[in-house]
């Protein structure tokens, strides 16, 4: 892990799903936003679809599946071989649906980031815009934060809300928030690539300043009632 100076970031993406999000990720290196390369991307499920888009890219992909082991202890233990074996600078959550155990977490502390649908600490855990819509919540939004062995608790870095409007279902709103999610992950996956984002004992330094709470931001045209910027 190791790098030259000025080598990309080298990551592994962990998916189960769908891989929009990897898909973002794919396209912001390729289009130089992010100085990175992705070693492989690594499904707990062999019928995610994103692992087409890997292949697409010419990415490697590795499945791991639960059900080919006979403890849960024994596939976090693969898991985790397979992703050290890449030595990857930054190990990338996106849409992976299993709780990763703490060997796991301690290994690459720091060095591990997922992306949530909700404005953490509210709603950790599943049905996210169920919940919010429940609770007729004004706004949702989604969250990028260090993985620590909380579920959804570690140090969050940056958040994008998005407003809730009265005709909202879960289809729309979450079409909306998959929306900022696709530009905040890379975004932060940029600030960690060039330097400027670390985390170290749940702290997190966001160019040379600790940063006390996530950082606010907003996309121009993505939801007319935001402005484009920080705040
Ligand atoms: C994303 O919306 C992400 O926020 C969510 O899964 C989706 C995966 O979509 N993650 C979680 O709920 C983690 N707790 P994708 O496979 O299209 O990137």
């Not at 912001?28 to 292949?55: D, M």
């Not at 729309?172 to 928030?177: D, P, W």
Request: proline fraction near 5%.
């Amino acid at each position: 892990m190791n790098a030259a100076p000025g080598a990309p970031l080298t990551l592994v993406v962990l998916i189960s799903n769908q891989g929009s999000n990897l898909q973002a990720i794919i396209d912001a290196i390729a289009s130089q936003e992010i100085h990175a390369r992705i070693l492989a991307v690594v499904s707990n499920n062999p019928r995610a679809p994103g692992l087409q888009r890997a292949k697409n890219a010419g990415i490697s992909t590795a499945v791991t599946e639960r059900a080919d082991f006979a403890t849960r202890k024994d596939f976090d233990r693969r898991l985790l071989q397979l992703v050290r074996d890449y030595d990857p600078g930054l190990v990338v959550l996106a849409g992976f649906m299993h709780i990763l155990d703490d060997e796991f977490v301690t290994h690459f502390d720091g060095r591990l980031l997922n992306v949530h649908p909700s404005l953490l600490p509210k709603y950790p855990g599943l049905n996210t815009y169920r919940r919010a819509l429940a609770a007729k919540d004004g706004v949702h939004g989604c969250s990028i934060h260090f993985v620590s062995s909380r579920v959804d608790g570690g140090p969050v870095v940056a958040q994008t809300e998005v407003p809730i409007r009265a005709d909202d279902d879960e289809g729309s709103l979450s079409a909306r928030v998959q929306a900022t999610e696709h530009k905040l992950y890379p975004m932060v996956i940029g600030w960690f690539a060039n330097g400027g984002l670390q985390c170290q004992y749940e702290t997190i330094m966001l160019d040379g300043k600790r940063l006390a709470k996530p950082r606010k931001i907003a996309f121009a045209g993505l939801d007319e009632t935001q402005e484009s910027g920080e705040f």
